[in-house]
């Protein structure tokens, strides 16, 4: 198991725990009240515990928790599950005030509450937090420019998080006027992203979530920003930089894993997408 935890700044620190293992594995970490805790659940589900294992919380995989309770410490104890991994991000609530108190801090609940009250939620981690967990969770350590590097992501981290916030608390989509159709958009994404191997057309997907074609594409749009197949290559995209960088496959094999029919289709679509060819992007990665 890949374990590393790093102070980048005084009150702000990351942990990043890679099990690539058959078994889960626990950790340990004592956390002061006055952080807020980040916990981003990648290639599986995680499970936190509180008071001596009383209470259990599953993190979904693709899943983060924001968690903040000034009133009690919240030590970490997260079980990894086998062949999966969690990024957490821990800031004192001072550091994350300062961060944010020049752009609007009242649309991040936790701030614009006051400091004084707890707060936890759990949400969906967008496509462009994955691409760039899956670059924190993959830089070399051991030197300051690595910690520079993950500062630097975290913050871009942090962006993505304001974005979402505010345009969460500025919705108004002229489409999903209700939670029905919020959780069928939700549904559309889940059904792309576990069949992303040989995927629906769209109005397959509409069909199968009972929405119709087109509040599905605007819907969709809306929620997560792009396009649905926009949004499904992207992530095939990330699971291919995956798959490249673990270096167990062969571009053939990598492009049958993700549904091409050929080898080609595969180094296009990845090169449209990314810029380069996946042979570059393994030399120079």
């Keep these: 198991m890949d374990i590393e935890a790093l102070q980048l700044e005084e009150d702000f620190f990351c942990l990043r725990l890679d099990n690539q293992t ?4 626990l ?14 659940s990648l290639k599986g589900p995680s499970e936190l515990s509180f008071n001596d294992g009383e209470y259990k919380l599953i993190i979904k995989n693709m899943n983060y928790l924001t968690l903040y309770n000034p009133k009690r410490e919240l030590p970490i104890n997260v079980n990894v599950h ?13 550091k994350f005030h ?4 020049s752009y609007g801090e009242q649309n991040i ?5 006051g400091s004084n009250q707890k707060y936890y939620e759990q949400s969906d981690i967008s496509n462009g937090m ?19 590097y993950l500062k630097g992501k975290i913050y871009e981290l942090f962006s993505l998080f304001f974005e979402k916030e505010v345009k969460k608390n ?54 997560y920003g792009q396009p649905a197949y926009k949004y499904l290559l ?52």
């Design 22 to 25: 058959e078994e889960s594995m």
């Design 27 to 40: 950790i340990e970490r004592k956390i002061a009240s006055y952080y807020i805790q980040f916990h981003f």
């Design 82 to 94: 086998a062949k999966s991994a969690i990024v957490c991000i821990l800031i004192s609530i001072n």
């Design 98 to 101: 300062k961060l944010f108190s």
């Design 109 to 113: 609940p936790f701030l614009s509450s």
């Design 130 to 148: 994955l691409q760039v967990l899956n670059d924190i969770l993959k830089k070399t350590r051991d030197s300051m420019p690595h910690k520079l």
């Design 170 to 223: 500025n919705d108004q989509c002229p489409y999903i006027i209700n939670d029905t159709q919020l959780q069928r958009i939700k549904l559309a994404k889940d059904i792309l992203l576990n069949e992303f191997y040989s995927p629906p057309t769209l109005q397959e997907l509409a069909s199968r979530i009972n929405l119709s074609l087109s509040k599905l594409k605007a819907g969709f749009k809306e929620i």
């Design 234 to 285: 992207d992530y095939k995209m990330t699971l291919a930089k995956d798959l490249l960088s673990e270096g167990t496959y062969n571009v053939n094999e990598i492009s049958l894993k993700l549904g091409y029919s050929n080898a080609s289709h595969f180094i296009s679509a990845f090169k449209k997408n990314t810029g380069v060819t996946p042979k570059y992007y393994t030399q120079n990665m």
